[in-house]
């Protein structure tokens, strides 16, 4: 595949629930909107987000109930009033306690329940029955989500019965629908303000999703039904033990005999959302980390090969010309290298990682190269002001040299940093928002191998107008990339 010859541009990392709005997450309300005029206002043409998909128990939306989902949380409440759906009332009791972090729990007690409330509202149920005919995959995972209700939230191996409630199912295909029309009409809005919006594809979805339950020939199963061997990546950077993700392995080979549809329509779908998408570990589609499932840590695996371009190839009349990112950090070798290369798509270059070796690193903004983009740091790293304040001594002062820092306050070099990322090669550098603000380690949205304590972090109408984006429209500018 050719690469994608993109013009130079620039964006803010920033998932849909960091928002600020009201009740007790962001979502695609008022607030959505006030972003994308922030990022226009800033000459920023990118926003990337996270995956949007139902997150796990953790919280963490890469270990999914379901690849072709829509986290309902985000529906947008005051929407949903204006519409006659939801009374003032409701509304009001919905009110967040808290708007710094989301409220996780109480999403997790209450919000399915009013979602149902308002499903029994709805009188014209034809547009959710043409979305749903239109995304028969999503339709699957209304039918998954209302079947594993019925079977006491028990993992799909377990269930006993197959027969759901229709009140339940038709308030998850509401709340697909709902939450589908909301983003659209967001969507639409980026549009008109020239702001691209690039989403996350997470390689692998849970063993307890609509995923595998529906397409389990798809996966490496055992003959009980469970798997073998499990996702994971060996010892790193972020961690001694390597990351356990416990994700089942697909059937690479089960999937090749049929042209890769699942893969195909999980990337159409995807690309309905969004204007591009990162691909989550990249390097997973050259060779994958597979562990032996019951094992405790991730030390005890081994690389097997995966699809490589027999994969790329089949998605090609999905995503092009779209904006791809290939994540090929982790463990990278020629071959991966090569992969990366091969099909087009930009790499990713980190700057906190850019410290971690001699000056050929490739995470150093001099070694960028055109078709790559760069991140100060991704949602697995610390914010950079939490970065540099953790370095030690003789690291801080590499990085200060530098980036031409010579004042007494190293504290105030952090202009220096992100102008000199916008100045690189790179032909996109993005920022996570915690990086505009210049926001320390208490504001990190994920530690990796950390269970609890992750995903939380929002941010308010207030603190964002702090942010002087005038600043960044004139370096955009200067740089080309407005």
């Given at each position: 595949?050719?690469?994608?010859?993109?013009?130079?541009?620039?964006?803010?990392?920033?998932?849909?629930?960091?928002?600020?709005?009201?009740?007790?997450e962001g979502?695609?309300?008022?607030?959505?909107?006030?972003?994308?005029?922030?990022?226009?206002s800033?000459?920023?043409?990118?926003?990337?987000?996270?995956?949007?998909?139902?997150?796990?128990?953790?919280?963490?939306?890469?270990?999914s109930?379901?690849?072709?989902?829509?986290?309902?949380n985000?529906?947008?409440?005051?929407?949903?009033?204006?519409?006659?759906?939801?009374?003032?009332?409701?509304?009001?009791?919905?009110?967040?306690?808290?708007?710094?972090?989301?409220?996780?729990?109480?999403?997790?007690?209450?919000r399915?329940?009013?979602?149902?409330?308002?499903?029994?509202?709805?009188?014209?149920?034809?547009?959710?029955?043409?979305?749903?005919?239109?995304?028969?995959?999503?339709a699957?995972?209304?039918?998954?989500?209302?079947?594993k209700?019925?079977?006491?939230?028990?993992?799909?191996?377990?269930?006993?019965?197959?027969?759901?409630?229709?009140?339940?199912?038709?308030?998850?295909?509401?709340?697909?629908?709902?939450?589908?029309?909301?983003?659209?009409?967001?969507?639409?809005?980026?549009?008109?303000?020239?702001?691209?919006?690039?989403?996350?594809?997470?390689?692998?979805?849970?063993?307890?999703?609509?995923?595998?339950?529906?397409?389990?020939?798809?996966?490496?199963?055992?003959?009980?039904?469970?798997?073998?061997?499990?996702?994971?990546?060996?010892?790193?950077?972020?961690?001694?033990?390597?990351?356990?993700?416990?994700?089942?392995?697909?059937?690479?080979?089960?999937?090749?005999?049929?042209?890769?549809?699942?893969?195909?329509?999980?990337?159409?779908f995807?690309?309905?959302?969004?204007?591009?998408?990162?691909?989550?570990?990249?390097?997973g589609?050259?060779?994958?980390?597979?562990?032996?499932?019951?094992?405790?840590?991730?030390?005890?695996?081994?690389?097997?090969?995966?699809?490589?371009?027999?994969?790329?190839r089949?998605?090609?009349?999905?995503?092009?010309?779209k904006r791809?990112?290939?994540?090929?950090?982790?463990?990278?070798?020629?071959?991966?290298?090569?992969?990366?290369?091969?099909?087009?798509?930009?790499?990713?270059?980190?700057?906190?990682?850019?410290?971690?070796?001699?000056?050929?690193?490739?995470?150093?903004?001099?070694?960028?190269?055109?078709?790559?983009?760069?991140?100060?740091?991704?949602?697995?790293?610390?914010?950079?002001?939490?970065?540099?304040?953790?370095?030690?001594?003789?690291?801080?002062?590499?990085?200060?040299?530098?980036?031409?820092?010579?004042?007494?306050?190293?504290?105030?070099?952090?202009?220096?940093?992100?102008?000199?990322?916008?100045?690189?090669?790179?032909?996109?550098?993005?920022?996570?928002?915690?990086?505009?603000?210049?926001?320390?380690?208490?504001?990190?949205?994920?530690?990796?191998?950390?269970?609890e304590?992750?995903?939380?972090?929002r941010?308010?109408?207030?603190?964002?107008?702090?942010?002087?984006?005038?600043?960044?429209?004139?370096?955009?500018?200067i740089?080309?990339?407005?």
């Amino acid at each position: 595949m050719a690469k994608q010859n993109l013009r130079r541009a620039s964006g803010v990392l920033m998932h849909i629930s960091t928002l600020w709005g009201g009740y007790s997450e962001g979502g695609f309300g008022r607030a959505a909107r006030e972003w994308i005029d922030f990022l226009a206002s800033g000459g920023f043409r990118i926003w990337q987000v996270l995956p949007f998909c139902l997150p796990d128990d953790c919280n963490s939306p890469y270990k999914s109930t379901g690849a072709f989902s829509i986290n309902p949380n985000f529906i947008d409440l005051p929407t949903l009033c204006e519409e006659g759906l939801l009374t003032k009332e409701e509304l009001a009791a919905a009110k967040e306690q808290t708007p710094y972090a989301c409220e996780f729990a109480r999403l997790h007690r209450e919000r399915f329940r009013l979602l149902h409330t308002v499903s029994r509202r709805v009188r014209d149920r034809k547009p959710v029955e043409d979305f749903l005919t239109v995304h028969p995959q999503t339709a699957a995972f209304c039918r998954f989500m209302a079947l594993k209700t019925a079977n006491g939230e028990r993992p799909w191996n377990e269930w006993t019965t197959d027969v759901c409630d229709p009140e339940i199912l038709f308030a998850w295909q509401f709340s697909q629908f709902e939450a589908w029309r909301q983003w659209m009409q967001v969507r639409a809005y980026a549009k008109e303000k020239g702001i691209e919006i690039i989403g996350d594809v997470p390689i692998y979805v849970a063993y307890d999703s609509a995923d595998v339950w529906a397409n389990r020939s798809l996966f490496l199963l055992g003959k009980d039904g469970k798997p073998s061997l499990v996702a994971g990546v060996p010892p790193d950077y972020f961690s001694a033990d390597g990351q356990l993700w416990g994700n089942p392995l697909y059937n690479w080979k089960a999937m090749k005999a049929d042209g890769y549809r699942w893969w195909q329509e999980r990337m159409q779908f995807q690309l309905e959302l969004f204007d591009g998408v990162r691909i989550d570990h990249f390097r997973g589609l050259e060779a994958y980390y597979a562990i032996p499932a019951g094992e405790k840590t991730a030390r005890n695996g081994k690389w097997v090969k995966g699809p490589g371009m027999d994969l790329i190839r089949a998605l090609e009349p999905v995503c092009r010309g779209k904006r791809m990112i290939a994540e090929d950090l982790g463990v990278i070798t020629d071959e991966v290298r090569a992969l990366v290369e091969k099909s087009g798509f930009p790499g990713m270059r980190v700057l906190q990682f850019g410290f971690l070796g001699d000056e050929n690193s490739p995470h150093l903004p001099h070694n960028y190269p055109a078709n790559c983009v760069a991140y100060t740091g991704t949602h697995d790293n610390n914010t950079l002001l939490g970065y540099v304040w953790e370095l030690d001594a003789a690291t801080r002062a590499r990085l200060l040299q530098y980036f031409g820092y010579e004042g007494d306050d190293w504290n105030r070099c952090y202009p220096n940093i992100l102008q000199a990322m916008l100045a690189s090669h790179a032909g996109t550098v993005v920022f996570p928002v915690q990086d505009l603000l210049l926001y320390g380690s208490d504001t990190r949205l994920n530690t990796p191998g950390k269970a609890e304590g992750n995903w939380a972090y929002r941010l308010t109408r207030e603190q964002l107008a702090a942010v002087n984006p005038h600043q960044f429209h004139t370096w955009n500018r200067i740089y080309g990339r407005g």
